[in-house]
Each structure stands twice: as structure tokens, then as C-alpha cells.
């Protein structure tokens, strides 16, 4: 079993903390997203992997060799956005006839991956969601079995969303039908979808059941990702800041504070992640994610997203302000 990890996409939707770093590596709940997906999957047991890399792309490779050198890791790249289907294809030597799991680099879940790898069916990872429009979407039949698969359809006929987990056994087949789909530019929305790909595996008789995760964060936008990361922090993902360089602060837990951080003045948390080697001063920050080297100053922050290396001086205000008086900085 290889797991298949496509991380090459630019995330528009963050910018513009993606102009100089990947949306995987982006930290939450104290590691970037990658990590957390990386880190179940080797608990699950899988040691080979294939990274499908292109937009700084040279940061991802460096972040995994660094970070984990007791795995396999094979690196393959993509220079143009031709869709998911595409990424795959562009990995079918790493591949080869391995069965593999895809998991989206942008995708963290909540699962039992044990019971999805030892699963004797190739299985999709679904979720149901309230609007499905903006995700490839699965529709079943009564005992679970996919009989049609659509991406960001205009009028969904299912509320199943596809988060970014397959399980696929018949890598042979699949290759196939991205090949074909290349071949014939068969795309939706302009790309070699993978989901086009998987319908035309079911469309010759492959059989997927679906897999229900108990939660799914598509952490795609800031406010996914300070979600994600408020969950994750409550779920006992806190560091013991207590070792950590604080003078003169209060901490409202869960907080994750990484080494190295400079606190003094503040009002830390609750729900609030710091990168290694930050340096706080003067300042409240809660519901929010502070990139590692970040300098802050007399900053007020809530549910705020700041980058590495960012560094933000606020203003100081001297007021006489009298009885019932009331003043809101928006």
C-alpha cells in the first residue's frame, strides 16, 4: 500500500499567506496540515509515499525529508494546475500496481484508518454535508455502493460529499480511465478531474462502497482552518506552555505555544496556536493561529491568520474616558 499525497494546488482561497508558503504547511493546532495527515497515516502503518508537488513545491520536499526521514518518500512534480485526475496520472511509475490511498493535502479527517486500509473493497471517504455544490459528490445505492460520482455538480442529486480519502485496489483500471480521459479531454470545470476518472471505473462495473468520517476539515479557508485548529487544540493538542518564555501573561488554555516563543504583557488564548520562536509583546490574541517567527506588538487580535516572519506593531492609546462612556475599535 502507497499512500498518494497530491499537494501542488496554489491556494487561491489563502492568500496571501500562499504567495510564499504551501497551503499544506500552513500550521495548525501547532504543526502544518501536512504533518497531521503524514503523522496518522504512519500511525496506520504506511511507510511508502508519493508527494505530488509543484507550487513551492521545493519547501514540501524539504519540510518531509527534514521532518520525516524514516519514510519513503518519492516526490513527483506538477507544473500546471491540470486538475487532480492529472496529478495522479503524472505518478502512475511511483505507483506502478500498488494499491494505493489518495489523501488530499489540504484534507484532515477523523477515522478509524485501520478499518478503511484492511477493507477488502476499494472505498471512497465520504461526508454528508448541507451544501455539496462546491465538492465532488457520490450517490448510492441502498447498500452503500456508489452508482454515480459528480464534481461540484449545479443541482446535487446527494448530500455525500467526497473529502479527499480513496482507497483504491484496481490501480490498473484507474490509470485507464485517466488516460482515457486525457486522450479524449474529458474534463469538468476546465480539468482531469479525479472524480471523472473514478465514475468511469464505475461506469465498467468497479464497485466502491463509501466510508463515513466523523469529521472532515477542507481546510481550504481561514475559517475552516481556525476551526480545525480550536478543535484540534481542545482535543488535548496543547503544548505545556508552562516551559515556555511567558513574563507578565495570562494564558486561557487550550493554547499551543511552540519553542523558543517571547511572550511578555499578554493575553494569550483561548483557542490560539503560536509558532516556534514568536515574540509577543503588549498584546491579546485569541481564536487565532501566529506563524512561527512572527513579531507582534501591541496587537489586538480575534480569529486572525498571521504568517511567518509577519510582524505587526498596533498603536497605544492614552484615553481619559468618563462615566458610561463606551468606545468599540472595529
Known sequence: MKAVIPVAGIGTRLRPHTHTQPKSLIPVAGKPILAHIVDQLVEAGINE????????????????????????????????????????????????????????????????????????????????????????????DTNGIITRLVEKPAIPKSNLALVGIYKIKETKELME????????????????????????????????????????????KKEILLQTNELLLKRGLNQDYRESNLHNSIIIEPVFIGKNCKISNSIIGPNVSIGENASIDYSIIKESIIGPFAELKNAVLNQSLIGNDASLHGTVHSMNLGDSAEINFN
Open 177 to 220: 480511465c485517466i488516460h482515457h480521459n486525457i486522450q479524449n479531454n474529458i474534463k469538468t470545470h476546465n480539468e482531469f478531474h479525479l472524480t471523472d476518472a473514478l465514475m468511469c471505473m464505475v461506469a465498467k462495473g468497479n464497485v466502491f462502497k463509501t466510508y463515513n468520517v466523523n469529521l472532515w476539515f477542507d481546510c481550504g
Open 49 to 140: 509515499f508519493i508527494f505530488i508537488i509543484g507550487y513551492l513545491g521545493d519547501k514540501i520536499e524539504e519540510y518531509i525529508v527534514n521532518n520525516y526521514p524514516n519514510i519513503n518518500a518519492e516526490f513527483v512534480i506538477q507544473t500546471t494546475g491540470k486538475g487532480t485526475g492529472h496529478a495522479i496520472w503524472l505518478a502512475k511509475d511511483a505507483i506502478a500496481n500498488n494499491e494505493i490511498l489518495i489523501v488530499f493535502g489540504d484534507t484532515i479527517c477523523e477515522l478509524n484508518w485501520q478499518e478503511l486500509l484492511n477493507s477488502e473493497q476499494s472505498i471512497l471517504g465520504v461526508k454528508k454535508v448541507e451544501d455539496p455544490r462546491q465538492f465532488g459528490v457520490a450517490e448510492t
